[in-house]
T-cell receptor, first 116, second 115 residues
Framework: NAGVTQTPKFQVLKTGQSMTLQCAQD?????MSWYRQDPGMGLRLIHY???????DQGEVPNGYNVSRSTTEDFPLRLLSAAPSQTSVYFC???????????????FGPGTRLTVL | AQSVSQHNHHVILSEAASLELGCNYS??????LFWYVQYPGQHLQLLLK??????LVKGIKGFEAEFIKSKFSFNLRKPSVQWSDTAEYFC?????????????FGSGTRLSIRP
């Protein structure tokens, strides 16, 4: 299994440009999520999905869109990039359902995005 | 809403020193609690988790954490740190009555170990 993969690893955008960060997992996980990591602020949840066709907002959803057409893929779209979106973005997946113990998140390697 | 506080932003220790990283959460109901670690240049990995039973939880690499419900705390400990423990540590909470997978992270504690 490749686990959780993310592309690209690095990206530089100009203000106002749009782009899509790709995330895929091959573990048949129902739950997928996007976080951004900023110094001193930890990881903040942007959007998440509990299954194909179902998405919901996290803590910091503004400026980002997501969709979940398949179980495997969960792309994150920046419609009009802003310097405040400069960050490292992590995608994560896990099983869903009422499992005891809470569900371990499996993280991708991250995408480092710079918006000029 | 759930929230997680990690009050130590940067901790510097010498090898063999004992470690305790603080974590407090705010949520009135049943919670699942986690510690994740991010080694330099790597992505996050699960260190340990608590969901029920013995409040003292043992994880990988000699780490343990104690859940104290009355204090809303889940502090991470290790009796003797090694240089290889240099990393960033994140406490996280999940409220299983919302989604069993939705996790909120603290701001992280950077641990630097002097050889």
């Amino acid at each position: 299994n490749a686990g959780v993969t993310q592309t690209p690893k690095f990206q530089v955008l100009k203000t106002g440009q749009s782009m899509t960060l790709q995330c895929a997992q091959d573990m048949n996980h129902e739950y997928m999520s996007w976080y951004r990591q900023d110094p001193g602020m930890g990881l903040r949840l942007i959007h998440y999905s509990v299954g194909a066709g179902i998405t919901d907002q996290g803590e910091v959803p503004n400026g980002y869109n997501v969709s979940r057409s398949t179980t495997e893929d969960f792309p994150l779209r920046l419609l009009s990039a802003a310097p405040s979106q400069t960050s490292v973005y992590f995608c994560a997946s896990s099983t869903e359902g009422l499992l005891l113990g809470g569900n371990e998140q499996f993280f991708g390697p991250g995408t480092r995005l710079t918006v000029l | 809403a759930q929230s997680v506080s990690q009050h130590n932003h940067h901790v510097i220790l010498s090898e063999a020193a004992s470690l305790e990283l603080g974590c407090n959460y705010s949520y009135g109901g049943t919670v699942n609690l986690f510690w994740y670690v991010q080694y330099p240049g790597q992505h996050l990995q699960l260190l340990l988790k608590y969901f029920s039973g013995d409040p003292l939880v043992k994880g990988i690499k000699g780490f343990e954490a104690e859940f104290i419900k009355s204090k809303f705390s889940f502090n991470l400990r290790k009796p003797s740190v090694q240089w290889s423990d240099t990393a960033e540590y994140f406490c996280a909470v999940n409220a299983p009555d919302s989604s069993a997978s939705k996790i909120i992270f603290g701001s992280g504690t950077r641990l630097s170990i002097r050889p």
